[in-house]
């Protein structure tokens, strides 16, 4: 599971740590590019140069393997998304026109999108969006291609290609929507990804993987993790993504890199690691996956780790077929003291959680967390990545093996440095009281709520036995982010933080109860177009939590919504009673994964999760629009080279940060696009 920054801001402290960094990177730029509703930054890798060389090159192969995935999660968002990509690189780069002219920028703009994106849809929104340059440009444009550029398929005209390309790209009425996760519709058939094909329903997807399960297998595997489930001649059968199956060409070269940096592992179980992983993409068997998950959860004295697979579920709206990720690592250890404290008292948190007994787990295992710099990110973690990762997500590893949880403080460091001074606070925020709150404790406790979410909400809690991990279907995503979140807001208030010394004073946690809030009741609306509602998992359960406690205590007057100068502001009246509220919504969301209480689950995200409200919308979205700031970010990746001396031996690996957005995805284009256009 995954932990992705909220809207617009991130605080600094005034810590003596942070002022001494600051000097230093005042000579690093944060902000690469920005266009359409994103800005692109460079994070550093602190600490790279003071590890070892073996270390160095263990993380390079692994970064290299982190890379050689790229299409394929192009691929598994959408059929055709290659095929765009490829043709819009074919003409970005030979394009004789006027590459000034209106029409060019737009493709421009547009190619930058659908490299951010990983294709044709808004990778947060989900929904399809569109160029601003015109059908008729577009056309003209492959026509004067050579054609060993264009991306036909088998027998093919161009006229027929366009014609194809022309309805992916602009048509309002196919492909709309990469991930449907509710409603009233069949999710398989309006879903526009690439999970399924031929023409599946959801009724006949639910029977084929029901059909598959044990009730009484205690230790299950992910069903349908690794494949694409199809229906040809009638016949509903899985093409499984490994070396020799779908997507072979690119995980061949995946296994490849991983085989290289065997050699360079810190010790026998991370070596164990690797060979498990390369074992799993040559079989595809999913027995094989849990036992390298098992192996990796364990592996808690490497240095270097990393994460590299079919990971997260989010894109399928069934929650069983995974998107290709990878993040590559090292400890950060001085971070890791405070993640090491909460992880070392997880018993204590988890038998003071407000929760059922019945609930509850009686024994907390191997919850392991720390803090981590990324070196390299790729697949669904790149460009727009997550600030936290808790993984395995197979509920009975968990249960068994422990979890590890990491907190990616390079990340948060430079989202909150590129978003100093930006107006965002003086904007949206009541008065000074609560800027000051932000201002003195934001950063600190942002990163402390993201531990506690990722170390303990996940891993919190026990499902009855009985109940199909999958039992809340579409709506689990936004219920399990929803426990998570409610267990780190819900604690980050206890005495026992201040008393371990996460945080300075009992005042420290209402920074994150008022952002939290804020962003939940109004200012993530900024990521949704005006008369959409809120589909991502992370929003959902954000206004899932916020619009509940503020109904909730509405009697009381906890949390108001203040109108001042005809603009809206959250004020909260009560902390204290605010975090009861926390606390009982955490009782009833832990129930609901408990016991597997589908309409509950559903009632509860429908009803305070989706909808939005119209006219608090354009509000929000007209004083945003006045900041000129970019709603999303991503990141570009630094360079890692081979550093060699004569002989042609390996001496170092060195870190270039000058490469541009618009560089780095041709290159990878270039170097590490090895599927073909159509992957059928
Ligand atoms: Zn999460």
Not at 146 to 170: A, K, M, Y
Not at 260 to 284: H, M, R, S, W
Not at 322 to 334: D, G, H, L, Q
Request: hydrophobic share 35%; charged share 25%; aromatic share 12%.
């Amino acid at each position: 599971m995954v932990f992705m920054l909220g809207v617009g801001m991130a605080f600094s402290s005034c810590s003596e740590g942070n002022k001494k960094a600051e000097t230093k990177e005042n000579e690093f730029s944060y902000t690469v590019d920005r266009f359409a509703d994103l800005e692109i930054l460079r994070y550093q890798v602190p600490g790279f140069e003071a590890l070892s060389l073996n270390q160095k090159q263990l993380l390079y192969h692994l970064s290299e393997a982190a890379l050689m995935g790229r299409d394929i999660l192009f691929d598994q968002n959408c059929r055709y998304n290659l095929a765009v990509r490829r043709t819009l690189e074919a003409i970005y780069a030979n394009f004789n026109g006027d590459r000034k002219s209106a029409d060019f920028k737009a493709l421009e703009v547009y190619l930058k999108r659908v490299w951010f994106s990983n294709g044709i849809h808004h990778h947060y929104a989900e929904d399809k969006f569109f160029p601003e340059f015109s059908r008729a440009f577009f056309a003209d444009c492959v026509t004067q291609l050579p054609e060993d550029l264009v991306p036909l398929r088998t027998r093919q005209t161009t006229e027929q290609f366009i014609s194809e390309l022309t309805d992916v790209i602009f048509s309002t009425e196919i492909l709309t929507k990469r991930t449907v996760q509710s409603g009233d519709e069949d999710i398989i058939k309006a879903s526009a990804n690439n999970y399924y094909a031929g023409d599946l329903t959801q009724k006949e997807v639910e029977d084929f993987y029901d059909a598959m399960k044990d009730p009484n297998d205690s230790t299950p595997i992910s069903y349908g993790l690794n494949s694409r489930l199809v229906k040809e001649n009638g016949i509903i059968q899985e093409k499984v993504w490994k070396v020799g199956g779908l997507y072979t060409q690119a995980i061949e070269q995946i296994v490849a890199e991983l085989q290289k940096a065997v050699p360079f592992a810190e010790n026998e179980k991370q070596k164990a690691v690797i060979e498990t992983l390369i074992d799993y993409y040559k079989t595809g068997d999913l027995k094989t996956f849990d036992a390298y998950a098992v192996l990796w959860v364990k592996d808690t004295d490497s240095e270097v780790d990393f994460v590299n697979g079919f990971t997260e579920t989010y894109g399928d709206p069934l929650g069983m077929k995974a998107s290709w990720e990878s993040t590559v690592n090292f400890i950060n250890r001085e971070a890791t003291k405070r993640t090491k404290l909460i992880s070392d008292n997880a018993q204590w948190f988890e038998d003071h959680s407000p929760i059922d007994d019945r609930f509850r787990k009686k024994e907390v295992k191997g919850v392991t967390a720390k803090v981590i710099t990324v070196s390299m990110l790729g697949g669904d973690c790149y460009p727009a990545t997550p600030i936290g990762i808790n993984l395995p997500n197979a509920d009975w590893i968990r249960r068994d093996h422990g979890s590890k949880s990491v907190t990616i403080e390079n990340i948060t460091e430079a989202y909150d440095k590129a978003s100093q001074g930006n107006g965002f606070s003086e904007e949206f925020v009541w008065s000074d009281t609560e800027r000051g709150l932000l201002k003195k404790y934001g950063f600190m406790t942002d990163n402390l709520h993201t531990d506690l979410h990722e170390c303990l909400g996940h891993g919190s809690g026990i499902t009855l036995s009985g109940v199909a991990a999958d039992a809340l279907k579409a709506y689990s995503s936004t219920l399990e982010e929803a426990r998570a979140d409610l267990f780190g807001l819900y604690y980050i208030a206890d005495a026992k933080i201040v008393e371990l010394g996460l945080l300075p004073d009992a005042e420290a946690y209402k920074a994150e109860y008022y952002k939290f809030m804020m962003n939940g009741l109004m200012t993530q609306l900024v990521r949704i177009e005006l008369g959409k509602n809120i589909e991502e998992a992370h929003m959902r359960n954000r206004q899932l939590i916020a619009r509940w406690v503020y109904e909730k205590g509405q009697a009381e007057n906890v949390v108001e919504l203040k109108q001042r100068d005809g603009e809206t502001y959250v004020v909260i009246n009560d902390y204290q009673k605010l975090r009861s509220l926390f606390g009982q919504l955490l009782g009833e969301v832990q129930r609901l994964k408990s016991e597997g209480d589908f309409a509950a689950g559903k009632k509860l995200v429908e009803d305070y999760a989706v909808q939005v409200d119209p006219k608090l919308h354009a509000e929000i979205l007209e004083r945003y629009a006045k900041l000129n700031l970019a709603p999303y970010k991503g990141f570009v990746n630094p360079v890692m080279k081979e550093v060699k001396n004569k002989q042609g031996e390996v001496i170092d690996i060195a870190l270039d940060y000058s490469e541009g957005y618009t560089e780095q995805m041709l290159r990878y284009s270039r170097d590490y696009s090895f599927l073909p256009t159509y992957n059928e």
